[in-house]
């Protein structure tokens, strides 16, 4: 049965993506992306964009140490996920609510830019070696051996 909460964002990372692990070891990593509606302003002839909100991302696992070493403020992404509402107790001891995004992905947009991908290690974070996914890094040297390859 497939799932009706799907959520596709796209738009540039407000703020470098914030890599933190849970006590067990597992990496999350948290990205703001803000997203902003372009329309043709008649008036001034011209493109004009308005703020239509910031949007919290979380990724878990390997991906997140991904993002983290490969996306910076100010990159234009791609999330795909789930809505995920909860709630929290602020200091004051009120309960507050916040909706943010369980992503399934988060990749560099290639509207307006490109992008080399490095294949990373299948399982297991490398917890910030040099392995991790490098957006515009050099080709590795050498192709993954064949069972490597998912398909």
Same mark, same amino acid.
Do not use: I
């Given at each position: 049965m497939a799932s009706d909460n799907v959520i596709t964002i796209t738009g540039n990372l407000a703020d470098? #993506? =914030?890599?933190?692990f849970t006590p067990n070891g597992v990496a999350v990593c948290s990205a703001r992306v803000a997203v902003n509606q372009r329309f043709f302003n008649k008036q001034t002839n011209s493109w004009d964009e308005r703020l239509d909100g910031f949007f919290t991302c979380n /990724?878990?696992?390997?991906?997140? =140490?991904n993002v983290a070493s490969s996306l910076t403020k100010g990159a234009r992404v791609v999330v795909i996920g789930r809505?995920?509402?909860r709630s929290y107790e602020d200091r004051e001891g009120q309960t507050r609510w916040v909706t943010e995004i369980e992503a399934d992905e988060i990749c560099p947009s290639l509207r307006w830019a490109t992008a080399? /991908? =490095?294949?990373? #290690?299948r399982g297991g974070g490398s917890g910030g070696g040099s392995s991790e996914t490098s957006w515009g890094a050099p080709a590795p040297t050498s192709a993954p051996e064949p069972e490597d390859v998912p398909f």
């Open positions: 470098d #993506p =914030e890599l933190r /990724v878990w696992r390997d991906q997140a =140490e809505l995920r509402s080399k /991908v =490095e294949r990373t #290690p």
